[in-house]
């Protein structure tokens, strides 16, 4: 994960005030901006916001801003549009059939940015990851309502059927559907499928779920846990950056548990290419 970072993009020698709050304008959620964010998705409402003390510095004009940021600013735009036309049709059908369940909708919203941190690193069509990421835990209600638990095997059963109703009402192809299908259907037993789309999600929800899962555990447990647990090299670099020592900003405490949907949002997400346009 290691990059080249000149001084002007370095968060090392950013002062106190490129890093603010700025208040979502749909529903009054405090989100954390960088300078550099051109824009961030609200983790409770799941809209889009735009920085409004955006500040790219010398990215704006130097040819080596692609290799610095990890994305050319100067495409940044037409990236865009792909990913959050999927993005936004997927987090409607999401907030459709989780109704009120806000702790579950913020919860998808927090697995798909840590997809999306993930497939900035990590090779993987991003239309499946983006649709799988989003719609990982969709049976959680229809397993409650038919099985009366949400235990993960019913979850796994109940969720692929809704999950190919969406997709297919937007235009998805059938090989499409059926890989986020099978990563829908195995996203907590991870049986039948190794696929770098499928690694990333379940990188991505680990990613959520570890405060709550590991808050009693030490370092050397938790490091142990991460290890064996997460299967992309940067989702374990980016849980041990996260997790572990007592530096690292997201360490679980062992006397509190983190209220239902996971921890808080991580950092700045870049803008990523869907390969082909979303229908």
């Not at 490129?18 to 799941?46: L, T």
């Not at 999401?94 to 109704?99: A, P």
């Not at 680990?206 to 030490?218: F, K, S, T, Y």
Request: charged content about 30%.
């Amino acid at each position: 994960m290691s990059k080249i970072v000149c001084p002007g993009q370095d968060t090392r020698f950013w002062d106190k005030g490129d890093i603010f709050d700025v208040p979502c304008a749909h529903c009054g959620y405090a989100i954390e901006f960088f300078r550099d964010d051109g824009s961030r998705r609200c983790p409770r409402c799941g809209r889009r916001v735009a920085n409004p003390r955006l500040t790219l510095g010398c990215a704006q004009w130097c040819e080596q801003a692609e290799k610095c940021l990890g994305f050319d600013p100067k495409k940044v735009k037409l990236e865009e549009y792909a990913e959050e036309s999927l993005a936004d049709q997927l987090i409607e059908a999401v907030k459709v059939q989780f109704g009120e369940d806000q702790n579950r909708i913020t919860h998808a919203l927090r697995v798909l940015e840590n997809a999306q941190e993930l497939l900035r690193h990590e090779e993987a069509n991003p239309r499946i990851v983006v649709a799988a990421a989003l719609l990982h835990d969709i049976g959680i209600q229809e397993a409650e309502r038919r099985h009366g638990s949400a235990a993960p095997p019913f979850q796994e059963l109940e969720g692929p059927p809704i999950a190919r109703r969406i997709l297919a009402a937007l235009g998805f192809d059938e090989a499409d559907i059926q890989h986020v299908c099978r990563i829908v259907g195995s996203h907590h037993s991870g049986r039948d499928i190794d696929t770098p789309e499928f690694r990333i999600v379940w990188d991505a929800d680990w990613l959520v779920n570890i405060p709550e899962h590991c808050a009693r555990m030490g370092d050397e447990c938790l490091r142990e846990f991460i290890e064996k647990t997460l299967r992309t090299a940067t989702g374990r670099a980016l849980a041990a950056e996260r997790f572990l020592g007592p530096a690292a900003p997201d360490r679980p405490d062992p006397g509190q548990h983190p209220p239902d949907g996971g921890s808080d949002p991580i950092g700045p997400i870049r803008p990523i290419s869907l390969g082909k346009e979303a229908q």
